[in-house]
């Protein structure tokens, strides 16, 4: 039987691929984005509460109330933003679920979806899937900032939506006010929605405060913005985000979300709302966590002939290996975990046309035993 593949640029993506070279030459894994550590204990005792007294069974599609509740709370406390529970929050099985229902709720066979460049591998396979179109827009080297007027040149009659994505993956470049205020002026007085891709909120350092979309009034009543408890509380496992949208929006992407999983694993739901009550202090602390290792990463790579770029939030460290190696970027990482016993991942992996550049990406969410003996290899380079 012939099949014709709806995604032919799609392969086993690079995560896997890194992920599995790293497992097969025994080198440290700084390649794929999850912990090597825990979440809080509190949280794990809470999933046991809740499993043991028995909500095992479906949860209610959009979510279970004490936890939208709290989404709600966190979302004013944060960002002054007042969002309805029940009608504007939405539970997903991951913010992987959460990109590809709001892209399937809204995008249109012929449809146009601008994403920036260098950006994560899932959103063009959800648009083409969809029958639109990604238009890539290169962000601008070496800061991986956005140039708001290249982005407002690549508009046409047939753009539906624009996605941005703060903290970025994977450069950990952060917006400003000011590139929010950019992005409301180019969508202003248009049919463009914006679908706001902030799984890392709580992960920006140096004293910066995330600028989310649902702080823009203007730009909240136009967006998408997904989330990401997996990152928030180190259990990528666990797949489990949300949706924040206004209610005519969220109203499609439910349209979408309750037939592609229903619904999201219950018992994770009320853990998460336990904790979101009683320990509101573990989302505040997270930057200053992993700001430690941050510092603590490049502090211990100093020595070494990688060039490091700077980092304003997220769980990434870029870095530059030219002074090692003139090659390419997927070449150097499988030369890097096979000869020095560390995984990364090629930066070319998030763009559709990569710039002549040699950047790698590493991962600093481990512990400080494992970032120890990964700095300790590379700079043996």
């Not at 479906?58 to 109330?65: L, N, Q």
């Not at 090659?327 to 560390?342: H, I, Y």
Request: proline residues 6%.
């Amino acid at each position: 039987m012939q099949i014709q593949t709806k995604l032919p640029k799609v392969g086993t993506t690079i995560f896997t691929v890194m992920s599995q070279l790293a497992q097969q030459h025994n080198a440290v894994n700084l390649g794929q984005g999850f912990p090597d550590f825990d979440g809080p204990q509190s949280l794990r005792d809470a999933l046991a509460e809740a499993m043991n007294g028995g909500r095992n069974q479906y949860a209610p599609m959009t979510g279970v109330a004490p936890l939208r509740e709290q989404i709600a709370l966190k979302t004013e406390r944060l960002y002054g933003r007042k969002v309805n529970a029940d009608t504007e929050v939405t539970v997903t099985s991951g913010a992987t679920e959460a990109l590809f229902a709001a892209i399937a709720a809204v995008v249109r066979p012929g449809e146009e979806v601008i994403v920036l460049d260098p950006c994560y591998d899932s959103y063009e396979p959800a648009i083409d899937l969809v029958g639109g179109r990604a238009i890539h827009v290169p962000l601008n080297l070496p800061d991986f900032s956005v140039d708001w007027q290249r982005l407002k040149d690549a508009i046409t009659p047939r753009t539906r939506l624009i996605m941005v994505n703060s903290p970025h993956n994977p450069s950990g470049a952060v917006f400003s006010a000011a590139d929010l205020d950019a992005l409301a002026e180019i969508t202003r007085d248009t049919e463009i929605l914006v679908l706001s891709d902030e799984v890392y909120e709580h992960i920006v350092f140096d004293g910066a405060q995330h600028q989310s979309v649902l702080r823009h009034a203007e730009l909240a009543e136009r967006s998408f913005v997904v989330s990401s408890f997996g990152k928030t509380y180190h259990c990528t496992g666990w797949k489990v985000g949300y949706c924040i949208a206004p209610r005519a929006l969220s109203a499609e992407f439910r349209k979408v979300h309750q037939y592609l999983t229903f619904c999201t694993f219950g018992p994770a739901q009320w853990a998460f709302a336990e904790v979101l009550a009683k320990d509101p202090q573990h989302y505040l602390d997270l930057p200053a966590f992993y700001q430690h290792k941050r510092d603590h990463f490049r502090a211990l790579l100093a020595p070494s002939r990688l060039r490091l770029l700077p980092v304003g939030g997220a769980y990434f460290q870029l870095v530059d290996y030219s002074a090692i190696s003139d090659k390419d970027d997927l070449n150097f990482c499988e030369w890097l975990v096979q000869e020095a016993g560390v995984a990364a991942i090629p930066v070319s992996a998030f763009y559709e046309t990569a710039p002549d550049a040699r950047i790698i990406r590493f991962c600093f969410a481990k512990s400080d035993a494992t970032l120890a003996a990964a700095a300790e290899r590379l700079v043996r380079l």
